[in-house]
């Protein structure tokens, strides 16, 4: 996306310890076989030290847009990503960070808790501080920030920390837990500790138009005596402002300082004033540092407090520092690459393409993020009627009840009762549903279902699922229901710990009922016309209607995929007509499909009833048809049909991707990257993710191992310009994992992978505590092509890979080659396809099967 402890349980940090004595990293020598095994026998490889937080904090030199990362500290789904905030242009710079890639210099306007990752439009940046060898405020009276230059020599980030030397002398050192921050600023002298602090400034500060509209009725700031605690709260903007949701909302803040006040005289000095304070610290000569912990909260300041004293009450620096990156390590080790085993051993680009993979999947588990409080308390999605037609500028927060984890328990089918500890925001749904959703749920199971039932909260509260969650918010700055594929992708990939019966209900209600709506966004725009014509009309986008088309099978897939019990529920009371609906819902692709031409258009209204309107020119958000067109993948076996046959459909993906059959060139960056506009191919934008994987489908498998491989070294890169577009809340890097993996679940909400050529020799993916060894004979940067395959010693000869095959660990063994080969390529093997296809199964002889229930 572009524009695009009273009543809950005590919810503190997991730490890396606890992570690895679970079996959440493990050993790329542990066995290959279905079997368990045991955490004494496992490796953790040292990752972190692979992880570059600037990648993607520049503009792509191709697509035109940032990968919007903020390179601050944080831990895995943390609260808190404690960073720098830095002028913005237009949606560019939305995540708090941009500089171009070979900058030198830069401008920081302040270093604030909450940020999100990698989105398209700006938001948080919530509690603005800056510090200083001089009394200089943060901001002007008004809320404008002065910002402070730096030199990029001076910056280092990595794993839950960020560090750089401002111009103005001042040393800042910054790390997180998981609701809680940490800096050290080291001043050049004792008598130089200014340190500012401006509640007004949020992540609509970073850009001139916007900034300083927020008033000092809005936000507050209470300074002790001594100067030793801050607290308050600050606003965090309405996400996507003015495209977002119109709704702003409060972080509160708890700050402990080291050091007390010096008194002084200096006019301005140690007077908090309009939410804003310049504080001047007393330092010891021997020690010219100035540290400061602080918590956040969405509820109220004792929760911040709460939070501090829980996670981080007596840490020095380095403690916390050292525990932040432990527990990246251990996340990281969820995909072991055994060449990252021994840094010393490593050609460059076998470096970096490190880099790139263990960065991407830092990204992954940077989002969504944890929203309530160590107690279980969190702000609630449900808003107050009438609702607001548009953002208030100055600040406004709309008062809302305070929920917790425990009001929510829940029985499963099996009759056992359980309830979640954690609640979760920083849903970007639209981006995420095509991919990170079903890495979460192979690799973090336990946090994707409190992911899955915050969904379920969250529209228990507001009324229906959200599209696109911040802090307490639904939001839609994109087309579609997407939390419906969100869903159905993480139960498909075995996440079953939520309540299911609510969400099966949810779910109905979001696919058959025109009222359905959370805080008045419907879950379906203009939905009696749709479900009366099958289409949306011109001038709705193309788009829009192959979003709820995805929506529709996604729905389909997860109500047939749940027990029986649970559709006979009477809350949910899902009948098998009610599937049949949705599988041909899920066909209406073909209401804006010009035979004609070969191409999805866009249909005027019926000026008939019951008669479709003319076509027209389709119309499509953020891209063009030639991308849109692979994005169902479900379909693909019927589309490919349509425009007549698989010799079409490789010349009209050969164009896309700027090759030939012979798979002798090269693309440039350009053509792999075009931008919105572009006919050729667009990795920048979620839209086109599945494309590479449909020659699977068109009978030329050996075009999909070449054009994935081209795509990650000619569109990704190490530097700071290396993704190439929005990274959407991981989404893209999602992406790029998954493709070095060999492997993409190119149908969204269905149990199984679309394969590739792995991108190393060797690795070893943790299903819970069950390795999955995934092992080529040779370099894929040598020998691209696959031809072979065994799993479990068994040979393999389709390019779709059953989940079930794989869920509980295995060996996948590749054979390579250097030109292109036959394997996977007999229409006997074409992978399953269709709206109501068996995925369960390797090949098409599925296709058709119907409905699948327990």
Known sequence: MHLSRTKGRWTVAVTAAALLATGTSGAASARSDHGAVPPQHRKVLPLTQYVNPFIGTAVSATSGYAGNNNPGAKVPFGFTNFGPDMPRTNFNGSGGYLNPP???????????????????????????????????????????????????????????????????????????????????????????????????????????????????????????????VLSGQSVAPAFCTPYGTPWNSPVYFYAEVNRPLQQTAENAVNSPKDGAALLHYSLPAYDPTLTMRVGISAVSVENAKLNLHTENRASDFEQARKAADTAWNARLNTIQVDRAADARTLTGPERDKLVKFYTALYRVFGSPTVYSD?????????????YPTGVDTTGGIAPRKTAN????????????KDRYTTHYSSFSMWDTYRSQAQLLALLAPKESGEMMQSLVVDAEQCGAFPHWVDASDDSTPMAGDDA????????????????????????????????????????????EQYLRDGYYPSPEWSSSNIERYNSDRAAAAFLADVPDSVRRDPSVAVTRADLDKLYDRAGWWRNIFDTANGRIATRAAPTTPGTPGVLMPGTFHESTEPNYFWSFGYAWTDLIAAIGGKDRAVDRLNRLFSIDSSLSTTPTAAQLNGGQEAETFYMGNEMSFNAPWAYNWAGAPASTQYIVQKLMDVTFSAGRDGLPGNDDMGALSSWYVFAALGMYPTVASAPGLSLSTPQFPAATVWLKNKALRITTDHDAAARPFISSLTVDGDAHASSWLPLRDVKNGGAMAFSLAAKPTSWAAAPSLTPPSGPNAD??????????????GR
């Not at 308390?377 to 009438?386: K, N, Q, T, V, Y």
């Open 102 to 228: 070979d900058a030198t210099t830069g401008r920081i306007n302040f270093f604030s808790l909450t940020h999100l990752n990698g989105v398209g439009c700006p938001g948080q940046g919530a509690v603005g501080m800056m510090p200083a060898a001089s009394p200089t405020p943060v901001a002007s009276s008004t809320g404008v920030p002065t910002g402070v230059p730096f030199h990029t020599d001076t910056e280092s980030a990595s794993p839950g920390y960020y560090g750089v030397k401002l111009d103005n002398q001042v040393k800042v050192d910054l790390t997180a837990t998981t609701r809680t921050g940490m800096a050290r600023f080291t001043y050049p002298d004792a008598g130089s500790g200014y340190f500012s602090i401006d509640t007004r400034l949020n992540g609509n500060s970073n850009r001139k138009t916007e900034a300083g509209k927020i008033t000092p009725d809005h936000v507050s700031l209470d300074v002790s005596k001594d100067g030793r």
């Open 374 to 386: 160590v107690n279980g308390d969190f702000r609630s999605m449900g808003a107050e009627r009438p």
């Open 405 to 416: 984890v425990a009001d929510y328990s829940y029985t499963k089918p099996d009759g056992e």
């Open 484 to 527: 419906l594929p969100v869903l159905a992708g993480a139960y498909a990939f075995g996440v079953k710990d939520f309540d299911v019966t609510r969400a099966a209900r949810l779910v109905k209600q979001s696919a058959f009922d025109p009222k359905s709506a959370c805080n008045g966004n419907k879950s379906m725009t203009s939905s």
């Open 839 to 852: 995925y369960t199964r390797s090949t098409a002889s599925g296709h058709g099967a119907g409905p699948r």
